[in-house]
């Protein structure tokens, strides 16, 4: 069924235009430290740059934190960290700067979401860390083994299994992908009470297999990335389904462009950006990153 589906998507990359883009690498540098893996970037109204990466190297909680968020200025000079050995801060996944240029940060490993305001104090913080001396006791002295049933649990409301990303609504409203662990898409009132969630793990109406990254457009409508359906799943503000998008690849990143001619790019992990109308048809397609391993990698977990 993979290789089907990844044939039908080469059919299609072949009767659509590629775009023609320019690709660099940013030689950024941190004084005295060397950048791990970064997972994800973003920019404010003044064009500095954020990127979170898998940086690192105290510990013990599961494993050593790899979890570490640096500001670039737009000549892309070192600034700060942020929010540097914080609580949260144990396995990067993704960054976001919404219209106030507070910065969030999704961390994986903690099951956390953390809001800085412009000068890099905490705002909000979501979700809860696992205690690490449960996880060593449990796992480690007594040898226990998490149960088949709990691998993929419904989520409960709060916590978060694994978040991935964050976007906003028109109304500050917050949308979370939860994620690797919970199989679900969360809103959460810009006062950060809990609103709604929905998923389960599967490949239906409402379930998700891996729930990667997601995105709002101008009309407030959700775009939740199903990397391991290979679909971006649709919702409305109260997300409420409206469609599927099936063209896409293995989606592991969403966005959406500015107004007032917005478009929906999509990355599906192998290098491939997507380049979608509003409406979910793909207008053109690039490739980066040529040369660097990426051939097939939405076959990995």
Known sequence: EQQAAIARQEALEKSTPQLQITEDVLRLTVPGHTIGEAVGVAKNSKGNLFVFTRSGN??????????????????????????????????????????????????????????????????????????AIDFLERYLERGEREPENQRYPVGGVGTFGRPTDVAFDSSDNIFISDGYKNSRIVKVNKDGTWNKAVGTRGAGMNQFNTVHAVATDAKN?????????????????????????????????????????????????????????????LVGWAQTSQGHGQRHRDLQG
Request: overall charge positive.
């Open 221 to 281: 409508n959700v775009y939740v990335a199903d990397r391991g359906n290979r679909r971006i799943q649709v919702y409305d503000d109260n997300l409420n389904f409206i469609k599927s998008i099936t063209n896409v690849g293995a989606p592991w990143s969403v966005c959406t462009s500015p107004t007032p001619n917005q478009y929906l790019f999509s990355g599906d992990g192998n290098g491939k950006i997507y380049k979608l109308d509003m409406n979910g048809k």
């Open 58 to 131: 105290a510990g013990p909680a599961r494993g050593a934190t790899a979890s570490q968020l640096y500001e670039f200025d737009p000549q892309l000079k070192f600034v700060k960290q942020w929010g540097q050995d914080n609580y949260a801060a144990s396995f990067a996944h993704n960054v976001r700067v919404d219209k106030y240029d507070n910065v969030w940060m999704t961390d994986e490993g903690s099951n956390m979401v953390v809001k800085f305001n412009p000068q890099g104090a905490v705002l909000m913080v979501l979700g809860r860390k696992p205690e």
